[in-house]
């Protein structure tokens, strides 16, 4: 619920644009690039502390490592909560994904980017970014929680 009514780039966007929202494009991209389930589930909950520490824009972000710090004690409960993957390559894999996702973000959302987009020296995603309300953000980042959960479960059954 939070992610859903939290905007991400503290508000700078042309619209309002979720957290939730960029949260379930990086779980889709996964998806749609063959990952499995568990890596999916980890894209989509990879800003997971977000939902209580807030979405800091990542230039004040680096400039505050006690903030830095409570944030990645936090995400380590939210991977064990959900039995995410936390081993270094799947944590690259998910930081290109996120890349991805910003290059996306600046080229659909936001304002004279161009240079900015260049810096990333990746390609955006196909899909164009469509924002969502938060009450859709909400419902579609709780379906693919749900599907991805359901899913990863029956691959550990196997």
């Known amino acids: 619920h939070s992610l859903s009514n939290l905007c991400r780039f503290a508000g700078h966007t042309k619209s309002f644009y ?23 589930l980890t894209g989509l909950l990879h800003d997971g502390p977000e939902a209580y520490m807030v979405d800091l824009p ?6 505050l490592p006690d903030y830095r ?21 799947t944590k690259k894999i998910i930081h290109h994904y996120d890349i991805r996702a910003l290059a996306t973000e600046a080229r659909d959302l936001m ?11 990746v390609e955006p995603f196909s899909d164009k970014i469509y924002p969502w309300l938060p009450a859709e953000a909400k419902r579609e980042f709780a379906d693919a929680f749900d599907i991805l ?3 990863y479960l029956e691959e550990l059954k196997k």
């Open 18 to 40: 979720s957290v939730a929202q960029h949260s379930w494009i990086i779980a889709k991209e996964l998806r749609k690039d063959g990952y499995n389930a568990i890596t999916q």
């Open 69 to 89: 710090h409570a944030e990645d004690k936090l995400m380590k409960r939210v991977e064990k909560q959900f039995f995410l993957l936390d081993d270094h390559d």
């Open 111 to 121: 304002n004279n980017v161009d240079n900015w987009i260049a810096k990333f020296n």
């Open 58 to 63: 990542s230039p004040i972000k680096k400039a």
């Open 149 to 151: 959960m359901n899913e």
